[in-house]
């Protein structure tokens, strides 16, 4: 056999040795295109004879955008280098240039430079560049979807990865949407003069492919429908499907097939698999699923242990865990209480009190029939202190207004509660982005812990300008600026401007709206967060003044409606100035979710000729002087989009009791009895907020508010009563004033009331307000951005209540119904804008129409 080699390996050398020089110099050996010699040069390629050269120079050419001398390091040669020709290493170099992928074609020509020394040129040809993508066979829309998805930036090279990987992307694209028979084709048109390409890419998406059936065999412990409901995402044909369309996604299969034994284990289920699944394609263009499951029996918890616990006794342990012999046993749930439910779970307990390095392992001791023995073994580790705090991304807020607000400060023991609610208290500065508040404890060499809190600072300020057209004013227009991120101490400071000096977390607001010289609100008001800034004692100070003016004609009823006001004198006027002084501070009883505000309120209503309460009393100055005390409790997570937490505030407003230091005689005429007004006025508002699941969130609210006077002698006034329906929005003109605006979707604006004793002055009686409403919500939200700089949700809502003139009247439970739906937009710069679409179910008193359906509009946060 070696004879036979040798005389073949012979014969082959003598043939090339037989063949013309100018033949030989056309060799090419290698990969790639091989080296070249020229004929003046053909003892170089005397394969009988290799012989070794030094390299006396290396070059490329043929390059149009890479640099020669990167593509010649690519090769892995170098001049002084020993090379031996013909030989492997010549051969290499070619290829590492043609796996660089940045090449269509390498040449390598070799010529002698001197004795023993040879120079070697690359001559290439560049892979063409991405001058056009094309989709063809799919709609605008999906063009732009499938640019995004495939990311291909015009001006990269052109390489088979680049073609597969988009080929792949927008098939996958497709599939996900259901279309499982998506074809794609990818052709290359080159453009040789500028050694461009364009891809065409060519789409064939087919028919949508539904699921006509699935069947569950091996189903017993639960019923058809329930295994049904937990496949969200795989739905199987039936009339009617609209929101859950039976489109196959291969992607949403797998992760409902996961979803669907995660319910099993819930249940106790802990053996629970798809022991097999198929998918069957059938001739209409549909599949059919089957899946084969194996349930497994239900276990019970039967006896819990620990170990390596030291600092707490087992029995406190059980009862922090709450778990008991008997309860089905649920992994998941297990692993809440273990470290899932911050304050409440297991790891709490020590993360709470320094131990930074706790960890728990549940471990399945013992399983006998459908009982689990289950031992928890605990490393406890050493308490951990704070050593330091580290801040990053504030770029507009001051340190010390974000540190303030921050729970884990350095040289207390490590909290993970504390770590929760300073993420919690950074959101609801309303400076950060809520979603990228990122925390992350850096453990020390020397048993501390490091704090690294990041923010990312979000658009804060706000501005309003804004039309409506009012009833009784025509056009009003609102002008309104809010700083919430204010900074009083550098207004000296001409270059912290920008356009005003900001960072201290202080909120200054502005406010103007008008509507020609017949209705005018100007207002300003400031707060400062923390006095003194050691404690947030919150200051603030707000003044307004209000001027509206009557234009009404008795000998022409419509004049004020559809005459220009230009060039008339006004019949009446009214106004009203305000000054509020306010001082509130955060509690720490009975938790510091707690905060206690108190502020003391002057107004001064200056009636001229203008009866807005249709009680007879046009003319005359009356002066309300009003302390206010609130109680009240917050503990959202978000103030955009909470998730969770709730919120609750108890108000008295209270005038001094004037009437028990005044004669019977003063109070003989409007005029002298309301000079001085009196009442006390009681608000309760409770909003709680809780996921359902994913992203649906419920959010219930109450809202109640009571007006009464002190004594017999004198009834409870016209001012400050409460007004329910429509919006919510103030409105403007003289139905505006001194009256509590409250909002009842379905119904007519200032439309809900109890019907008076004389049903001939339901409009009057509509006007003055009740003395007494309640009001309760539920609303179900679910998010469609969280995006900070536009947050936007929709919602559908249940809504009851009612407002009663008198106590006589007052029927918690004759409460007026609605229901409707909506979407809310939170903008920073504009704040929370809302429509809603309600419709009503009850009659109103003395209202001959049925209630209908109607749009709402909203402008900021109604609270009630």
Do not use: C
């Amino acid at each position: 056999m070696e004879h036979r080699i040798n005389v073949l390996l012979g014969a082959t050398l003598l043939l090339i040795s037989l063949l013309p020089a100018t033949v030989q110099a056309q060799v090419r050996v290698g990969v790639g295109r091989g080296v070249e010699a020229p004929a003046s040069n053909d003892d170089l390629l005397n394969y009988a004879n290799p012989k070794e050269y030094e390299i006396a120079s290396l070059n490329a050419t043929g390059t149009r955008y890479l640099d020669p001398n990167s593509l010649v390091s690519l090769a892995g040669l170098k001049v002084g280098d020993k090379v031996r020709i013909p030989g492997e290493i010549v051969g290499s170099s070619s290829r590492k240039l043609m796996d660089s992928g940045l090449l269509d074609d390498v040449e390598l020509k070799a010529s002698h430079a001197g004795e023993g020394k040879v120079a070697l040129t690359f001559v290439v040809r560049e892979r063409p560049r991405l001058y056009r993508v094309s989709f063809m066979g799919v709609k605008k829309g999906e063009q732009d979807q499938l640019k995004d998805k495939t990311k291909l930036n015009l001006g990269k090279i052109v390489t088979n990865t680049i073609i597969k990987n988009t080929q792949l992307a927008v098939r996958k694209y497709f599939v996900d949407k259901g279309f499982l028979n998506t074809k794609v084709k990818i052709t290359t048109i080159p453009d040789s003069s500028r050694n461009n390409a364009t891809l065409r890419v060519l789409v064939d998406k087919g028919q949508k492919v539904k699921i006509a059936k699935i069947t569950f065999d091996g189903r017993e412990e639960l019923d058809d429908a329930t295994v049904r409901m937990k496949m969200k995402s795989t739905k199987q044909k039936r009339f009617g499907r609209l929101f859950s369309p039976s489109k196959f996604v291969p992607k949403k299969y797998e992760e409902d097939k996961q979803k669907l034994i995660e319910y099993y284990n819930k249940l106790g289920y802990r053996d629970a698999i798809i022991e097999d699944d198929s998918v069957v394609h059938n001739p209409d263009n549909t599949i059919s699923l089957r899946i084969k499951l194996d349930e497994g029996h239900k276990y019970y918890y039967r006896k819990v242990d620990f170990s390596g616990n030291y600092l707490y006794p087992a029995d406190r342990l059980r009862e922090v865990l709450g778990v008991v012999k008997g309860d089905v046993y649920n992994p998941e749930d297990l692993e809440k209480r273990l470290n899932g439910n911050p304050g409440q779970d297991l790891s709490s307990l020590y993360m709470d009190d320094g131990y930074l390095y706790y960890n728990a392992q549940p471990i399945e001791k013992s399983i006998d029939g459908d009982s689990i023995d289950l031992e928890i073994r605990i490393f406890e580790g050493k308490q951990a202190s704070i050593n330091r705090v580290v801040l990053n991304g504030n770029t507009k807020t001051s340190d010390h207004v974000v540190m303030r607000s921050i729970r884990t400060l350095p040289g207390q023991k490590f909290s993970k509660t504390l770590l929760i609610r300073t993420q919690r208290e950074l959101a609801t500065l309303g400076y950060f982005d809520p979603e990228k508040i990122g925390i992350n404890p850096v453990p020390q060499t020397d048993g501390t812990v490091d704090i690294e809190y990041t923010v990312e600072e979000k658009p804060s300020d706000q501005i309003e300008l804004s039309g409506g057209w009012g009833g009784y004013v025509g056009f009003v227009g609102t002008l309104g600026l809010t700083f919430n991120n204010f900074s009083a101490r550098n207004i000296p400071n001409f270059g912290a401007w920008r356009p005003l000096p900001a960072g201290d977390g202080q909120r200054v607001q502005v406010r103007f709206q008008a509507n020609g010289q017949q209705y005018q609100v100007y207002s300003m008001s400031f707060t400062e967060p923390w006095l003194g800034g050691r404690k947030p004692n919150a200051f603030s100070i707000s003044a307004s003044h209000t001027v509206y003016k009557s234009f009404y004609d008795v000998n022409n009823p419509y004049g004020n409606l559809y005459q220009p006001l230009k060039g008339r004198a006004p019949t009446g006027s009214y106004t009203n100035t305000a000054f509020t002084v306010g001082l509130g501070r955060q509690l720490k009883v009975p938790d510091d979710y707690f905060t206690l505000s108190n502020s003391l309120s002057y107004q001064r209503y200056n009636l001229n000729n203008l009866d807005i309460f249709y009680i007879g009393y046009s003319n005359g100055i009356s002066n309300n002087l009003t302390f206010n005390t609130t109680l009240a409790r917050n503990s959202i997570d978000n103030p955009q989009f909470p998730r969770s937490g709730s919120s609750f505030s108890l108000s008295g407003s209270l005038t001094p009791p004037w009437s028990a230091f005044r004669g019977t005689s003063a109070l003989s005429s409007a005029e002298d009895q309301y000079k001085l007004v009196e009442y006390h006025k009681w608000m309760f508002d409770a909003s709680w907020f809780q996921t359902v699941f994913g992203k649906l969130v419920l959010n219930a609210r109450a809202h109640m508010g009571f007006l009464g006077s002190y004594n017999r002698r004198t009834e409870i006034g016209p001012f400050e009563r409460f007004v329910l329906g429509g919006s919510g929005l103030a409105g403007q003109g003289q139905f505006a004033l001194a009256q509590d605006i409250i909002g009842l979707r379905g119904y007519d604006d200032r439309s809900v009331y109890t019907a008076d004793y004389d049903q001939t002055t339901n409009s009057n009686v509509r006007s003055r307000g009740g003395v007494a409403y309640n009001k309760f919500v539920a609303e179900l939200r679910y998010p469609v951005s969280l995006n900070p700089s536009a947050t936007i949700f929709v919602l559908g809502f249940l809504e009851a209540g009612n407002n009663w003139g008198s106590y006589s009247q007052y029927n918690p439970f004759d409460l007026k119904r609605s229901a409707g739906f909506g979407a809310r937009i939170f903008m920073p710069a504009f704040g929370l804008i809302g429509i809603d679409y309600g419709y009503g179910f009850d009659r109103i008193p003395g209202v001959k129409e049925r209630p209908s359906g109607q749009f709402h509009f909203t402008i900021g946060q109604q609270i009630r």
